[in-house]
């Protein structure tokens, strides 16, 4: 049964001779049954036809298929007689007057959007580009942009149908009315399904967003900020003030006088439809942490360029980065880490604790024999076993990441690895400084030493130290005085000129200066409290003591 009531007869008529098409006529009369809005717009048209003329005595009936159809028709052929395309098929139409097999007209409501382009070739044309973009995906989000002067005329198309139900003795809201979106969603969610072969889920992370635009009718929206400037206020990065917010505002405030004074109840009709101007696939970022161990001293943590030209062939942040790149298909991760040591200092014990965030990753999940041979590496992992099977693929990606990253060199090693919440990594970040990091360093002295010589260093608790910028890391930090605590020291005779030192400072301690002084700007330094001049040979970061990312068992 087509879900129109006699009530529903003249709102039919009003909208058809406005231009609308049938889904839009259908979203005016209320009707909320989705499987209705998937018929084709042919039969919908023949549905609608049929309704109308269901009973001839009805005044409607006559009425609905003369005059103002014939009127936009015969408008629209005179004004584009030297076109060829729909209007030419708009002529046609005007001489036969009556409702046609096609309709070709675009709906002067939606401008096409539930009309061809909520179809299956539209459809089919997205999911060619969803195809060719090269994303592995179990389930998309659909988002889709519509150009603002839909609103506008949605709003003059409600006036005009709240005027008519007025006459009628009924009532009609704004929020009666069916959204334009939704229904597209009823529409084309099963299409899509259906051609990708996968749900679509609004928690997908993998997202598919169409941009329409209907240049023709831009200008719809104008006469708005006449009326209601407060709305249209420029803000920087929107490149028009007419976005989809400030017209709903706008139209909310609007009394239905003054916005029938500017626009008209009667819209002309389009020359054509929207167009997708931009289809776009895109996917969250996924993050991963671990630690990493760095056992070279001629490894900087990050790509290290000077003037375009590189200076060391590899990094840390290359080290890990590229395997996961690989994995995950991304073009671009962004390296953070819990402080950094410098080229020479090596990084041991459980490591330093970093994240990265992959971006726009075009792969998460493994291809079914990969996971067969991952699958008994997972099993051996308990915690694992709890989680969703997605989960269970990405853990797997990051598992055999790992192991990629630490076949690949000697000079690092990875623990760890896991996939981490964007906000989990806030917690490697914060509070950093308070936290304490051990180091252990090997001293040279100027004079010669006894074993004795030494020992009164790790009676020094708690030590104080004022640090001014250090000159090696001046050219990237303001200048400025920082307090520092070496919390204790611990040492070991080697012969008369060396020992070894093993520091726990707060972190951010300048360690190197606090062994060579940096000409005085470190106070006190190892060569004031020895009195003689101390040097560092050699420097290793032994522990950093943030707790995060949880440890694995190995
Ligand atoms: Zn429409």
């Not at 400072?505 to 190197?512: C, D, F, I, N, R």
Request: net charge neutral; with cysteine; glycine share 6%.
């Amino acid at each position: 049964m087509f879900p129109l009531k006699e009530k529903d007869r003249r709102v039919v008529q009003v909208l058809l001779s406005a231009g609308c098409c049938p889904r839009c006529v259908l979203r005016f009369c209320c009707v909320g049954n989705q499987a209705t809005y998937r018929l084709s717009c042919k039969e919908l048209f023949t549905e609608l036809h049929m309704f109308l003329n269901d009973d001839k005595s009805k005044p409607g009936a006559a009425e609905y298929n003369q005059p103002p159809c014939k009127k936009i028709r015969l408008q629209d052929s005179e004004k584009n007689d030297d076109d060829t395309g729909h209007n030419g098929a708009a002529k046609l139409l005007s001489s036969e007057c009556v409702l046609p097999d096609g309709w070709v007209q675009t709906c002067t409501v939606c401008l096409g959007i539930l009309q061809d382009l909520c179809e299956r070739d539209f459809v089919k044309k997205v999911c060619g580009e969803v195809d060719s973009a090269g994303y592995h995906f179990s389930s998309l989000v659909f988002s889709v942009s519509l150009p603002p002067q839909l609103l506008v005329r949605e709003h003059a198309t409600w006036l005009l149908v709240k005027q008519e139900v007025g006459q009628q003795g009924s009532f009609l809201t704004k929020d009666d009315i069916l959204q334009l979106k939704e229904v597209y969603k009823w529409i084309t969610h099963p299409l899509l399904s259906e051609e990708l072969n996968v749900p679509v889920d609004g928690k997908s992370l993998f997202e598919v967003s169409v941009v329409f635009e209907h240049p023709e009718t831009d200008g719809d929206c104008h006469f708005l900020a006449t009326v209601c400037r407060d709305c249209f206020r420029p803000t920087k990065n929107k490149q028009s003030v007419f976005t989809r917010m400030a017209v709903v505002k706008a139209l909310e405030k609007i009394k239905d006088d003054d916005f029938l004074q500017q626009f008209p109840y009667q819209l002309e009709p389009p020359k054509g439809s929207c167009v997708a101007q931009e289809i776009q696939c895109t996917h969250n970022s996924v993050y991963v942490a671990g630690r990493y161990n760095k056992f070279s001293r001629t490894l900087p943590q990050t790509p290290w360029v000077i003037d375009g030209e590189r200076k060391l062939e590899s990094s840390v942040e290359e080290l890990i980065g590229e395997p996961l790149k690989k994995m995950f298909k991304v073009d671009h991760l962004n390296f953070s880490s819990s402080g950094r040591e410098d080229v020479d200092v090596r990084a041991l014990g459980n490591g330093r604790p970093f994240a990265i965030e992959l971006l726009n990753p075009h792969r998460i999940s493994f291809l079914q024999q990969e996971l067969r041979e991952l699958q008994e590496v997972i099993k051996s992992f308990a915690k694992f076993n709890s989680l969703g099977l997605k989960l269970l693929y990405l853990c797997a990606n990051v598992l055999c990441s790992l192991q990629k990253i630490n076949n690949s060199t000697d000079k690092i090693r990875v623990r760890d690895l896991q996939i981490v919440t964007r906000e989990a990594i806030g917690h490697m970040k914060e509070g950093e400084e308070e936290k304490t990091k051990s180091y252990s360093a090997l001293i040279w002295t100027e004079k010669a030493i006894g074993k004795n010589d030494i020992n009164f260093l790790e009676e020094l608790k708690d030590l104080k130290l004022d640090q001014r910028t250090p000159l090696r890391v001046l050219h990237r930090r303001p200048l400025a005085v920082r307090t520092r605590v070496i919390h204790s020291m611990r040492v070991e005779f080697i012969d008369q000129h060396h020992f070894h030192l093993y520091l726990k400072t707060q972190a951010g301690t300048y360690v190197k200066e606090f062994v060579h002084g940096d000409f005085g700007r470190t106070k006190p330094n190892l060569g004031t409290l020895m009195n003689m001049t101390t040097d560092i040979l050699e420097l290793d970061v032994e522990s950093v003591d943030v707790d995060w990312p949880p440890k694995l068992d190995e």
